[in-house]
C-alpha cells in the first residue's frame, strides 16, 4: 500500500526529535495547569446564585404574568452565570475543566444531601420542601468548593 504525503505542506513531519520536544512541551503546560485551582469564591457565588431559584418560583404569580417573569427570570440567572464564569477565567487566565475524578466529590456530596432531601420531603412533606431543592444543591456546590479547594482538586 503507498502513501501518499502532502509535499505541499510546511516542514513536512517531524523528526523523532521534534516530536519528543512537542511531547515534553506537552507535558510541561499539563504540569503546570494541574496547579491551577477554581477560586473558592466561584464555588460559594454560584451556590448563592443558585440558592434563591427555589423560592423565586415559588411566589411567580400564575400563567400567563407567571410564564413570563419566569421565561425573563431564566434569562437573566443565565445572563448571571455567564457573567460569573466568565469573571472567574478572566481572573484565572485559562478556562480549566475538571475531569471525572475531581468530580467524583461532588457526587459523593450531592447524593447524601439531595437522599435526606427527598426523605424529610417524603416523610413529613413541609410546605417549603419544593422551593427548598435549589437551596440544598447550592449547599452542596459550596461544600465542593470547599472540598476542591482543600485538597488542590484531587480526589480525596
Known amino acids: ?3 501518499h504525503e ?3 505542506a510546511a516542514g513536512g513531519r517531524p523528526t523523532p526529535g521534534e516530536a519528543a520536544a512537542a511531547l515534553e512541551d506537552v507535558k510541561q503546560t499539563r504540569a503546570s495547569l494541574s496547579g491551577i485551582r477554581t477560586p473558592l469564591w466561584y464555588f460559594v457565588a454560584l451556590g448563592i446564585w443558585t440558592a434563591p ?3 423565586l418560583v415559588s411566589i411567580t404569580p400564575d400563567p400567563p404574568a407567571g410564564v413570563v417573569i419566569l ?3 431564566v434569562a437573566v ?3 448571571g452565570l455567564g457573567v460569573l464564569m466568565h469573571v472567574v477565567v478572566k481572573r484565572m487566565r485559562v478556562l480549566v475543566w475538571l475531569n471525572d475524578r475531581q468530580m467524583r466529590p461532588f ?3 450531592m447524593l447524601p444531601l439531595l437522599g435526606l432531601y427527598a426523605l424529610v420531603q417524603s416523610a413529613a412533606d413541609p410546605p417549603w420542601g419544593p422551593e427548598a431543592i435549589t437551596v440544598v444543591v447550592a449547599a452542596g456546590i459550596i461544600a465542593f468548593g470547599v472540598h476542591h479547594r482543600l485538597t488542590g482538586g484531587r480526589s480525596s
Open 1 to 3: 500500500m503507498e502513501t
Open 107 to 109: 457526587a459523593v456530596i
Open 71 to 73: 421565561l425573563a427570570g
Open 77 to 79: 440567572w443565565a445572563a
Open 6 to 8: 502532502d509535499e505541499g
Open 53 to 55: 431559584i427555589g423560592p
